[in-house]
């Protein structure tokens, strides 16, 4: 692994307990890995400690096959030769945009340096701006501006933390897109943060969830979507909810039953043996569930989102539980009204019930 952390905590003077907790990641050359996770899970912290900006309380960070952090020794960021590019594109007003994107690598003879600021523009997609001025450029422009002059040195390692926040959310997506495209044609390891799935699915090769300091998952965007690893990133990731289930064993066949009935020719299923009576929480995710007249459990649509193609209902059964459904946007049903719906669920993602006392915390 290029980037390697293992087991690493990262504590501030001030907090009784770390708030980046025995975390393990690895990533190859040229592969940009994505941390994603709500506001304060430890993103930023963890992103500061691989720069050299914290230091790590426990556990180590190795970058290039040496470690540069570790209890009682940290690597200075400079010589680490880590770039990062952050939320506010902080381009200087008062430069051109050619002397920004040179801020980094004025120690080259100044050709060298005009060609390597031509090269990086061009890979940004802004060949001969080197003449304009910051404020004469869009937000999504200066984003990549700050993109040009963070790779213009050649980091081994590039560290991105929320670089399209105070954009649109349409360019976000597209500028996501680009950004993985600029990284990929530099070839250059990068780790990336947001709190956007959207976003971290456009970028991420591979996709970390973090959660209170602590890494849940470690995965590339399939896996965490069809084969999360805790109710955490189930929850997360994707529109879902759970469904209280029961795994049974009927005539050799797995079936599991659900308040929508029994999900069966499912093609990947833990055993009734998994669970205390085969009980346990089944995943139904807004994709699982179809709409469909014919059906015999019905659901009230408690409220509806409108996503062009489709629309997101949320749905209430007579049991009580709650569903999500994604439904063509030409069915057009009112709230209120009861639809037939069913579970088309192949790989069959479970969890064990919570106790009581865990409840609360969901
Ligand atoms: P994220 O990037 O996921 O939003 P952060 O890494 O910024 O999370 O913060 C993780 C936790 O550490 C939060 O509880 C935050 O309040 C705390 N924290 C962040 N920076 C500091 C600091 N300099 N001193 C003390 N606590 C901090």
Redesign the pocket.
């Known amino acids: 692994m290029f980037l390697d952390l293992q087991h690493l905590s990262v504590r ?4 009784p307990t770390p ?2 907790r025995d975390i393990s990641l690895g990533l190859r050359t040229g592969d940009i890995g994505v941390l994603i ?10 992103l ?1 400690a691989v720069a050299g900006l914290e230091s790590a309380t426990a556990g180590s960070i190795t970058l290039g096959g040496k470690v540069v952090s570790q209890a009682g020794l940290s690597l200075p960021p400079q010589d680490r030769q880590v770039g990062m590019v952050f939320q506010d594109y902080a381009l200087f007003p008062h430069l051109s945009i050619g002397r920004n994107v040179a801020f980094g690598i004025e120690h080259l003879p100044p050709a060298e340096r005009r060609a390597r600021v031509d090269e990086v523009l061009t890979l940004v997609g802004l060949p001969g701006h080197e003449a304009r001025y910051a404020h004469e450029l869009s937000g999504g422009q200066q984003q990549r501006v700050a993109l040009a002059r963070a790779l213009a040195p050649k980091p081994r390692l590039l560290l991105l ?1 929320e670089p399209f926040s105070n954009l649109d959310v349409d360019l976000r997506e597209r500028l996501a897109h680009e950004v993985r495209g600029i990284l990929k044609a530099a070839q250059t390891t990068a780790l990336f ?1 947001t ?1 956007d799935q959207l976003e971290a699915f456009a970028v991420g090769d591979t996709i970390g969830v ?1 959660h209170q ?1 602590a890494l849940h998952q470690w995965d590339n965007a399939y896996t965490l979507y069809h084969r999360p690893a805790t109710r955490f990133v189930a929850e997360f990731i994707g529109h879902g909810v759970f469904a209280p289930a029961v795994i049974q064993e009927v005539a050799g066949q797995v079936v599991v039953q659900t308040p929508l009935g029994p999900l069966d020719n499912v093609t990947d299923c833990p055993l009734p043996s998994a669970y205390p009576n085969g009980q346990c929480d089944v995943l139904l995710r807004a994709d699982d569930i179809v709409h469909d007249d014919s059906a015999v459990a019905k659901a009230q649509i408690l409220r509806k989102a409108f996503r062009g193609a489709e629309f997101l209902y949320t749905l209430r059964l007579a049991t009580g539980e709650t569903v999500m459904a994604l439904v063509p946007s030409h069915h057009d049903h009112a709230l209120g009204e009861w639809i037939g719906i069913r579970a088309q669920v192949d790989h069959v993602v479970t969890f064990p019930k919570l106790s009581n006392k865990e409840l609360p915390t969901l």
Not at 12 to 15: D, I, L, Q, R
Not at 39 to 46: E, M, P, R, V, Y
Request: glycine letters at 18%; one cysteine or more; hydrophobic letters at 25%.
């Open positions: 501030y003077a001030n907090t708030v980046v996770g709500p506001s304060g899970c430890g993103k930023t912290t963890l500061r933390d943060v709190h973090m300091g």
